[in-house]
């Protein structure tokens, strides 16, 4: 993941990924960046046990902390790590209503079909999606 934050040029505000993205070299490229990272602990998660941790740890300790307090859902929806989520249903949607290969051979008309394919997914989508809500069983 630091080599792919690398090539956005653009200001990156928050950095969302599931727990493969919790690794020390990803937290500090999200925070080198001045970024928020919003990327889940695995389950077995440890806080950091030296007394002055670097600022990747205590940002991830922070979390871990947080998780405690609230729940791992509640932190989810809170820290806004369930755009994660967003982005890889984003992404399979396209793939199953656009394929999975682009027909192009040429880089630059590979960028171009992509692009057209994202503004017809997006045409779609302004047609109406399906409005879901969450149902809690009690």
């Known amino acids: 993941m630091p080599d792919i934050l690398d090539l956005v040029h653009d200001p990156v505000h928050q950095v969302s990924g599931d727990s493969a993205y919790?690794?020390?070299?990803?937290?500090q490229a999200i925070l080198g960046r001045g970024a928020?990272?919003?990327?889940?602990?695995?389950?077995?998660?440890?806080?950091s046990t030296t007394k002055d941790p670097?600022?990747?740890r205590a940002e991830r300790d922070a979390?871990?902390?947080?998780?405690?307090?609230?729940?791992?859902?509640?932190?989810?929806?809170?820290?806004?790590?369930?755009?994660?989520?967003?982005?890889?249903?984003?992404?399979?949607?396209?793939k199953a209503l656009l394929g999975v290969k682009l027909s192009?051979?040429?880089?630059?008309?590979?960028?171009?079909?992509?692009?057209?394919?994202?503004?017809v997914l997006n045409r779609m989508n302004s047609l109406g999606l399906p409005i879901?809500?969450?149902v809690l069983q009690g």
């Open 36 to 47: 928020v990272p919003s990327i889940p602990p695995r389950r077995n998660a440890q806080l």
């Open 63 to 94: 979390v871990i902390e947080r998780i405690k307090e609230e729940g791992r859902y509640s932190w989810r929806t809170s820290s806004g790590a369930t755009r994660q989520s967003l982005a890889e249903n984003a992404v399979s949607r396209f």
């Open 132 to 134: 879901s809500e969450r």
């Open 54 to 56: 670097p600022p990747f």
């Open 22 to 27: 919790d690794t020390g070299a990803c937290y």
């Open 104 to 119: 192009a051979r040429e880089f630059d008309n590979q960028r171009v079909e992509a692009l057209v394919k994202c503004r």
